[in-house]
């Protein structure tokens, strides 16, 4: 079974600055997709972010982007300039290539402060 | 409506009590998941639709967990003769496309507590 792991319950950063949450996975296999979902307290999950494992190329949106290190099996999450809006849970999943079920981990929350 | 609605938004229940949650997908929606989120952790996978048809539910804890989604739109899940482990927010989840591979759409959940 493949395992996530958030090693950061909790993360501060201030607005306009620039936080990374960690995330690293453990598999054997070749073929699967790496996500960053964020949950605000109304509980509605949103997709961030997703990779395929066989991209090199790192995935960008806007002030999102992730530095996947598919060796190091760790697919960490940049936020850049960062707004009050972005404090949420944020959670790091895999899903293999065949199947159906997202495996999240337990989840970084985040807060900015003014 | 314009999201996945799910209903009802908080549940409590007395141990032994079956329980049924609904979730309305967003229109069209071929696909639809639901997870299960305890407290202070992430969603843990539990059934997939395809349509109307269940392809995986390898994520059921029990045999106290059913769902279905008859004609391929509304989804239930329900849980028969609940017990405390099965407090937890469950979510459902659609997307457009079969399979995995589209983007999925969250509901706000369901809030069970089991007493």
Redesign the interface.
């Known amino acids: 079974a493949q395992t996530?792991t958030q090693s950061q319950p909790e993360m501060s950063v201030q607005e306009a600055e620039t936080v990374t949450l960690s995330c690293t996975y453990d598999t054997s296999e070749s073929d699967y997709y790496l996500f960053w979902y964020k949950q605000p307290p109304?509980?509605?999950?949103?997709?961030v972010i997703r990779q395929e494992a066989y991209k090199q190329q790192n995935a960008t949106e806007n002030r999102f982007s992730v530095n996947f290190q598919k060796a190091a099996k760790s697919f960490s999450l940049k936020i850049s300039d960062s707004q009050l809006g972005d404090a949420a849970m944020y959670?790091c999943?895999y899903?293999s290539g065949g199947?159906?079920?997202?495996?999240?981990?337990?989840?970084t929350s985040l807060l900015v402060t003014p | 409506g314009a999201g996945v609605s799910q209903s009802p938004r908080y549940k409590v229940a007395k141990r032994g009590q079956d329980v049924a949650l609904r979730c309305d997908p967003i229109s069209g929606h071929v696909s639809l998941f639901w997870y299960q989120q305890a407290l202070g952790q992430g969603p843990e996978f539990l059934t997939y639709f395809q349509n109307e048809a269940q392809l995986d539910k390898s994520g059921l804890p029990s045999d106290r967990f059913f769902a279905e989604r008859p004609e391929g739109s509304v989804s239930t899940l329900k849980i028969q003769r609940t017990q405390q482990e099965d407090s937890a927010v469950y979510l459902c989840a659609s997307s457009p496309l079969q399979g995995p591979t589209g983007e999925l759409f969250f509901g706000e959940g369901s809030r069970l507590t089991v007493l």
Do not use: E, P
């Open positions: 996530v109304s509980r509605q999950m949103i997709l959670f999943a899903r199947g159906y079920a997202l495996n999240f981990g337990k989840g």
